[in-house]
């Protein structure tokens, strides 16, 4: 008896929403930069709580060794590191976009634990939704895993722009998607003129 590897379920859903629908796709985990960056955060606290005790409580040494200047502006970049990297991690594990679309409105939204920035796009001007394959890229696997990549293997022409979203799905559920999608808004079937 052949054993077959498991068949793979779509990760994103497809709910709809009065005359259209909305797409819901979640962020691709990685288990090792969430691991990795995980571990870093830890010593990256250790570090901001070190630095905010010395300028908050400053020894008579410190204070008369004028560090204070450079410890604010390295406690500066030391803190926005940080934030960059529990974005990070925060993505992966709670990570979604979410492409909504009817006959007057498309909306890409990307959040975490529902706070996020949402894009609207003039619905007139929005044309034909695909699937696309990417590139095999060296290091790829890390570019699904930050919050502010706009690449993906969904594509629809804006005016003269191509829009990119969808880094958490694969070339298969995407197409799938773009098919379901274009059924229920023919207008996105339409190609750039």
């Known amino acids: 008896m052949t054993r077959y ?11 709809p929403i009065g005359a ?5 796709i979640p962020a691709k985990t990685n288990f090792l930069i969430v691991a990795f960056f995980g571990a870093w955060l830890c010593g990256w606290f250790m570090g901001e709580w070190t630095v905010w005790n010395a300028l908050l409580f400053p020894t008579k040494d410190f204070a008369e060794s004028g560090s204070t200047a450079f410890l604010i502006v390295w406690l500066v970049g030391w803190t926005l590191g940080g934030l960059f990297v529990s974005l990070t991690v925060l993505w992966n ?6 492409f909504r679309v009817a006959r007057d409105e498309v909306k890409l939204r990307r959040e975490i634990l529902a706070i996020g ?16 394959e990417l590139p095999d890229r060296m290091f790829g ?11 993906g293997p969904l594509a629809f022409d804006y005016g003269s722009t191509t829009v990119r979203f969808g880094s958490g799905i694969d070339y298969a559920e995407a197409s799938h998607w ?12 339409q190609q750039s003129s």
């Open 141 to 151: 696997f890390l570019a699904a895993s930050v919050p502010w990549q706009r690449s």
């Open 93 to 98: 594990l709670f990570g979604v976009e979410r």
């Open 117 to 132: 920035y949402t894009r609207g796009f003039d619905p007139r001007s929005v044309r034909g939704l695909r699937a696309v």
């Open 5 to 15: 590897v498991p068949v793979p379920t779509y990760r994103s859903t497809l709910t």
């Open 20 to 24: 259209g629908v909305e797409l819901a």
């Open 178 to 189: 773009a098919e379901k999608i274009r059924s229920v808004v023919p207008s996105l079937n």
